[in-house]
């Protein structure tokens, strides 16, 4: 997100940075905006709109790079995509029976 890089991951969604237009007294201003969008398998499991027009221009983001976070923690590939995709079904299994998460990232936006 520090790059303007928008990323995507699978089964939980998507974070990018789109370009926002405010009005700063008499002048409009582009400021970056962070945004995450949820997966569409989540999307259906709760019932909920999805907005395809969120990303201008419909660019497409890049895939996480598990081996890319398992060198930053020193884990292997393999567990660090268990650990990742094990959040992401817990997340859309409680969900799914309606109870009331968080999902705290941190250094994210």
Not at 34 to 61: C, M, Q, S, W
Not at 98 to 105: P, R
Request: with cysteine; charged share 25%.
């Amino acid at each position: 997100l520090l790059l303007l890089q928008g990323i995507r991951i699978p089964t939980l969604g998507s974070f990018d940075v789109v370009p926002t237009r405010i009005w700063v007294g008499d002048e409009v201003m582009t400021i970056p905006c962070p945004v995450f969008r949820l997966a569409r398998n989540i999307t259906e499991v709760l019932g909920l709109v999805d907005d395809k027009d969120y990303l201008p221009g419909h660019k497409e983001l890049e895939p996480l790079k598990y081996f890319k976070v398992a060198a930053a923690v020193s884990m292997s590939r393999r567990k660090v995509e268990g650990c990742i995709e094990g959040t992401t079904s817990l997340l859309s299994h409680c969900l799914a029976k309606g109870k009331n998460v968080a999902l705290v990232l941190r250094d994210v936006g």
